[in-house]
T-cell receptor
Framework: DADVTQTPRNRITKTGKRIMLECSQTKGHDRMYWYRQDPGLGLRLIYYSFDVKDINKGEISDGYSVSRQAQAKFSLSLESAIPNQTALYFC????????????FGPGTRLTVL | TQLLEQSPQFLSIQEGENLTVYCNSSSVFSSLQWYRQEPGEGPVLLVTVVTGGEVKKLKRLTFQFGDARKDSSLHITAAQPGDTGLYLCAGGSISGSARQLTFGSGTQLTVLP
């Protein structure tokens, strides 16, 4: 079984809809991250969490929110989806230490029409 | 904002050829990581380098971290079709508790049989 799972794997939605992407991990890592990937732009950090009570904004947090429900679960919400949020979304986990190493889930392909 | 530029953006070569991809920044990083991503999957860590001038070898792949810790290169010897994928470099932030990775935009490598 995969250590980092994401649901759904694919999602098509309409402008203005609220959607939630979910991430679960069995690696026992404290740190969890949400990234989006766009062609030619690499991976950009949306939010990250170093433990259940810790939530931090990343480079591109506007239009997104997150919830760390448990050590193993980190969900990403788009309150009112817009077309330029069409992208690949990745969840990652990590252990504290130098340097950080992150383990990525398989991704969710989101299309906003 | 720390930026990492990767070159080339696209590379298509024949099986058996050698290649080098580059990752450059004007910023200093505490670590530099290389990931490979295949279609439909998340990035998978290949290597981490932490010391300026460090060289690491992973079978046919050679990774080097620049002396000033601002740049890195990935050299593949005798490329094989299985090496095809998106190669991403990522720099670890140098200070503070907010340890994050800054990703480059990636090099899409295609190795033709």
């Amino acid at each position: 079984d995969a250590d980092v799972t994401q649901t759904p794997r694919n999602r098509i939605t309409k402008t203005g809809k609220r959607i939630m992407l979910e991430c679960s991990q069995t690696k026992g890592h404290d740190r969890m991250y949400w990234y989006r990937q766009d062609p030619g732009l690499g991976l950009r950090l949306i939010y990250y969490s170093f433990d259940v009570k810790d939530i931090n904004k990343g480079e591109i947090s506007d239009g997104y929110s997150v919830s760390r429900q448990a050590q193993a679960k980190f969900s990403l919400s788009l309150e009112s989806a817009i077309p330029n949020q069409t992208a690949l979304y990745f969840c990652a986990t990590g252990l504290a230490g130098v340097p950080d190493t992150q383990y990525f889930g398989p991704g969710t392909r989101l299309t906003v029409l | 904002t720390q930026l990492l530029e990767q070159s080339p953006q696209f590379l298509s070569i024949q099986e058996g050829e050698n290649l080098t991809v580059y990752c450059n920044s004007s910023s200093v990083f505490s670590s530099l990581q290389w990931y490979r991503q295949e279609p439909g999957e998340g990035p998978v860590l290949l290597v981490t380098v932490v010391t300026g001038g460090e060289v690491k070898k992973l079978k046919r792949l050679t990774f080097q971290f620049g002396d000033a810790r601002k740049d890195s290169s990935l050299h593949i010897t005798a490329a094989q079709p299985g090496d095809t994928g998106l190669y991403l470099c990522a720099g670890g932030s140098i200070s503070g508790s907010a340890r994050q990775l800054t990703f480059g935009s990636g090099t899409q490598l295609t190795v033709l049989p």
